[in-house]
């Protein structure tokens, strides 16, 4: 069997080309020194001379050439193996072999500050993820958690050391894996936990292998403070709107009956007493209007949707204000699965409150238009009144700055826009006074 011919080493070939490099001389010199008239003496030192010389000046070339190739092999597997605290000396440029140890020594630099940024940033992240109040779970291609942080540990009523390398099924969560990945759940998903929660679900890649992070959140404490700030805020105006109504009503009862009780009676107490009463009856129907109102915005039905022009609804609107002659300028024609009567009611309101605002600016004018914009359909009713003061408090139920209101229509209308998918948006005119009311209503796929 022929044995395999051994590879011949970078740093053999470089020894054999100096050799080869120098072998013309040493013949040359061999020759003149034997071909003259030479004592064998003179012929042997001058021979071990030209020998050492050649043999010397070899290696010398050698380890010119492979020690700096060494040294780069040696830092090169530094870095390879994440070791990036060496540097190589001579590093000087205007050198071709200076700058290549340069180039390696900026490279270790450059990766020596990438692995400490980060570092850095998994700190950062370790820290966050130790204070975040939401669970995190993180799961390999094979559905194996591979990252759990303390709030997740929390929801699961085990530590990391007893999660981290099982499957989801294993933990409970392997539906949590499948399906939409943004929902509620439903108590049977999480049935050792207590409350509602969120589940949100994405896919990232570590390694070019996709992973999916789920998290969870808790949805039962910020609920329960939504609804405690609703309660507060609904008793607050309860309470200010019946005091402005039972406080008058108190005390005029109470300055009747003082009336009453007078003897003799004042010769306009009949008066008086027809003024008190009056005022109580006023009063009264003001604040059965305010209850009538909340009862209306409490009580709103889901809309029933069925095909409806939207230039039809408009003209109807316009038909029905008598106080004004309201402009409507034309647009495309357009279907709308919607509500019609609600989608109407919330025009009316839009119309009367723009009607008002111009009534009391002298000329008035109101104008109502629609156009198409991307899958939508915008409604626009401009006025030329005061336009907005307050524009915060414009859909807060129950504030109103008209004497006589009751607060709910703009909140009416939003709601109405929001329950088709929609928008209400109130904006002051930019060129001019006046306000401009814009519903915006989606329409029906093609």
Sequence with gaps: MAKRSRKVTHEQAILAYCLLGGLPAVAFAFAWMFGGDHAPEVRATVALLVLGCWLGFAFAVQQRVVRPLQTMSNLLMAL???DFS?????AARRDPLGDVLAEINGLGEILQTQRRGAREATALLSAVMKEIDVAIFAFDAEGILRLVNPAGQAL???PAERLLG?????IGLADCLEGEPNRILSPAALPRV??????????????????QLVVFGDLSRPLREEQLKSWQRLVRVLGHELNNSLAPIKSIAATLGTAMDRRPRQPDWEADMQSGLSIISARAESLERFLEGYSRLA????PQAAPCALPEILNRVAALEHRLSIEIRPGPPVLLVADAAQVEQAVINLVKNAVEASLDQGKASVRVSWRLDD??????VEDNGAGIEEASNLFVPFYTTKPAGSGIGLVLCQQIAENHGGSLALQNKADRTGCVAIMRLPLPRA
């Design 375 to 380: 899958g939508a359909v915008e409604i626009w």
């Design 86 to 90: 060496f540097r190589a000396r001579g």
């Design 80 to 82: 390879r193996e994440g």
């Design 156 to 158: 699961l009523g085990q």
């Design 299 to 302: 009580k709103l039905p889901p």
């Design 166 to 170: 099982r499957d989801a099924k294993a």
């Design 194 to 211: 207590l409350g509602r929660w969120n589940m949100r679900r994405t896919t990232f890649r570590e390694d070019g292998r996709p992973h």
